[in-house]
């Protein structure tokens, strides 16, 4: 495929071309249909986003170039995860700009290079860049031999509204931290069914806080497992912690 026009930034077509603005977390995400490598939800190596994730939560990755050493690791290391998102509902998709055929050579190395490693996702072959520039990840600092942008080590978390949930991008010679994507992934669930926030280096399991917009009247019925507010300074009310919210509590909870 001819490779796309791309204006000084690498972010946006050029040549009077527009696209529309970025994605905020809150919006929709973008729907697409791409080429894809072969797996047991994605047989005949076409994906179409909002069918694949349906009401699930879901993750999309992007990465830079296949038969790279960063990029092995990481998709390694999201293979070895697969349990651990499986298991918190979470489907997951992988994003490069090379062809299909290449990403599903380059699985046998990714899958050898780390043990305990499946590759049990697709990945997308966005040769023309269409799908990268829309969520404008491409990274004008890291170019392949034409010239042209490379896409970012991009994550995007889409909730079961397929609404955005958060979005990072780290440059090429960054590898990501997937335990810390896990993690937000357990905050961002949580705080979607229950109005609790979590503080810094919050971990699974761990107290959380009571949204502020939580009336001081609703907090025994919504945490039946109790609420304390810590003392400040400022005497004012706001930090509120409270034990993670279970499954068990829901109905008592009123959710």
Same mark, same amino acid.
């Given at each position: 495929p001819s490779s796309p026009s791309l204006s000084p930034m690498g972010n946006a077509p050029c040549c !009077? @071309? &527009? /696209?529309s603005g970025p994605l905020l977390? !809150? %919006?929709t995400f973008i729907d697409f249909t791409a080429p894809c490598?072969?797996? *047991?939800t994605t047989p005949d190596g076409k994906i179409s986003w909002h069918e694949y994730i349906k009401d699930s939560w879901a993750i999309l990755f992007s990465h830079p170039a296949a038969f790279t050493p960063i990029c092995t690791t990481e998709l390694g290391v999201m293979g070895v995860m697969g349990s651990e998102l499986k298991k918190r509902g979470v489907k997951v998709c992988g994003l490069s700009?090379? #062809?299909? *055929?290449? %990403?599903? @050579?380059? $699985?046998? %190395? $990714?899958?050898? *290079?780390?043990k305990g490693c499946k590759v049990d996702f697709p990945i997308i072959g966005d040769e023309s860049?269409? $799908?990268a520039l829309q969520l404008g990840m491409l990274n004008n600092a890291h170019k392949n031999a034409a010239g042209i942008p490379l896409p970012a080590r991009g994550v995007y978390i889409i909730g079961p509204d397929k609404k955005l949930k958060l979005q990072l991008l780290y440059p090429a010679t960054? !590898?990501?931290?997937?335990?810390e994507i896990l993690r937000v992934?357990?905050?961002l669930q949580l705080t979607h069914y229950y109005e609790v926030a979590t503080p810094a280096n919050w971990r699974d399991g761990e107290a959380c806080y009571v949204l502020p917009s939580v009336p001081a009247a609703s907090l #025994? &019925?919504?945490?039946?497992? !109790? +609420?304390? +507010? /810590? #003392? /400040?300074p400022s005497k004012r009310p706001y930090l509120k912690a409270t034990p993670v919210p279970t499954h068990e509590v829901d109905k008592a909870a009123g959710y």
């Amino acid at each position: 495929p001819s490779s796309p026009s791309l204006s000084p930034m690498g972010n946006a077509p050029c040549c !009077g @071309e &527009s /696209i529309s603005g970025p994605l905020l977390l !809150g %919006d929709t995400f973008i729907d697409f249909t791409a080429p894809c490598t072969r797996t *047991a939800t994605t047989p005949d190596g076409k994906i179409s986003w909002h069918e694949y994730i349906k009401d699930s939560w879901a993750i999309l990755f992007s990465h830079p170039a296949a038969f790279t050493p960063i990029c092995t690791t990481e998709l390694g290391v999201m293979g070895v995860m697969g349990s651990e998102l499986k298991k918190r509902g979470v489907k997951v998709c992988g994003l490069s700009c090379d #062809s299909v *055929a290449n %990403d599903e @050579e380059w $699985i046998t %190395d $990714i899958e050898h *290079a780390t043990k305990g490693c499946k590759v049990d996702f697709p990945i997308i072959g966005d040769e023309s860049r269409e $799908i990268a520039l829309q969520l404008g990840m491409l990274n004008n600092a890291h170019k392949n031999a034409a010239g042209i942008p490379l896409p970012a080590r991009g994550v995007y978390i889409i909730g079961p509204d397929k609404k955005l949930k958060l979005q990072l991008l780290y440059p090429a010679t960054t !590898g990501r931290n997937f335990d810390e994507i896990l993690r937000v992934l357990d905050s961002l669930q949580l705080t979607h069914y229950y109005e609790v926030a979590t503080p810094a280096n919050w971990r699974d399991g761990e107290a959380c806080y009571v949204l502020p917009s939580v009336p001081a009247a609703s907090l #025994s &019925s919504k945490f039946p497992k !109790g +609420v304390k +507010v /810590i #003392s /400040i300074p400022s005497k004012r009310p706001y930090l509120k912690a409270t034990p993670v919210p279970t499954h068990e509590v829901d109905k008592a909870a009123g959710y």
